[in-house]
């Protein structure tokens, strides 16, 4: 008679020394003298880090598959081809001058994950899939990748019809990505079980609060802004200080406002206003008009929208106190997104196990499981970010913070795994 055993995975635990290995070889990939590294979505460190990526996927045995929005993955098939997958993965790019942590130790742990998985020659239900994300931080298009594989990739991403793609078109082509099939890496959601993401914090949090392991239950809505203050331009010097309709007087006060505003009324939330053009811009003549670039986040996405309406009517108000007009535009947004309770208990459970501390927090910085986490059950595995620091060759995480988040994840991805079989 045929018995089936489950195989005690417990133990289970991944090669600490063979993923600092990869780590340390991925991060001469275009490596910067300051200690981080530059590799700018599409561009040649960029592509030089996935065929690295590719070819360490095949030399572990494993199947290479990439998809039209140019997401390149590791895969670990089941007997059954019907079976979901679970998806284990980040990002392979970087920002400009950015650090060695972000986003590589995600894919990194996700391919040690699928060598333990096979080492221990595990039969499980579902397929295993560790994925490089296209232009996460985006260069071109932020979240360009999961909102490909998401179904969320419209051919107004890669056309002209907001905005000029021409130099976004060629990079892709010369990834051999065609432009004009991205919109056909959309999945199925029934084709995934869950999406797990291992990722540095970005943040202070997990530090002050002595803490190992950050379970995220919130990734942060954004919304981009474009507030225009319109008065009129005059002589500075001959015209009355009383008389003046000045747009940097009713933007400067706006400004101000603003973040107090935020501060005292919606402790959740984000206010920033990062650039501020003035126009005509000389020094003799009074501010006709002044463009701001105002960003709001918020973890709740109906919270987020309220924030916006007070936003938009203080900035009336400023506008009213100098006699200016006002303007506000939306444009850009990014919907926030809850993290799905399974793969947090999941996250939680396999931090017991491994024996280190979890503690479940917000992302106030964006990530692909924002886009996943609309399609499929997702969780995200945070790591200390020692001072906080990122996007800023001094990121650093302690090595054995790495190691407890891959072994977290490799713990929560086969409870996942495991729950199929239900
Ligand atoms: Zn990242």
Redesign the pocket.
Known sequence: MLSLTVPDTTRLRINGDRLRADFEELAEIGATVAGGVSRVALSNEDLEARAWFANRVEDDGFIVRDDDAGNLSGVMFCPNPNAPTVLLG??LDSVPNGGRF??SI?VLAGLEVLRVMKEAKLTLPVHMEVINFTD??GCWQSLFGSRGLTGQLTTAHVSDLHTDNSTFRAALQRAGIHPEDVTKAGRKPSQLKAYLEL??E?GPQLERAECTIGAVTHIVGRSTLRVTFNGQAGHSGTTALDKRRDAVQGAALFILQAHQFVRDEYPDGIFNCGNVVVKPGLFNVIPEQAVLTVECRHIEEDILAEMEGAIEMLSQRCADEYQLSVGVVRTAHMSAAHMAELCLQAIEDASRLIGTSCKRLASY?G?DAQMLAHFTPSGMIFIPSLGGVSQNPREFSRWEDVVAGANVLLHAALKLAQEAKA
């Open positions: 980040s990002h972000d986003g995600g996460e931080e990722h540095i970005q910085a990530h």
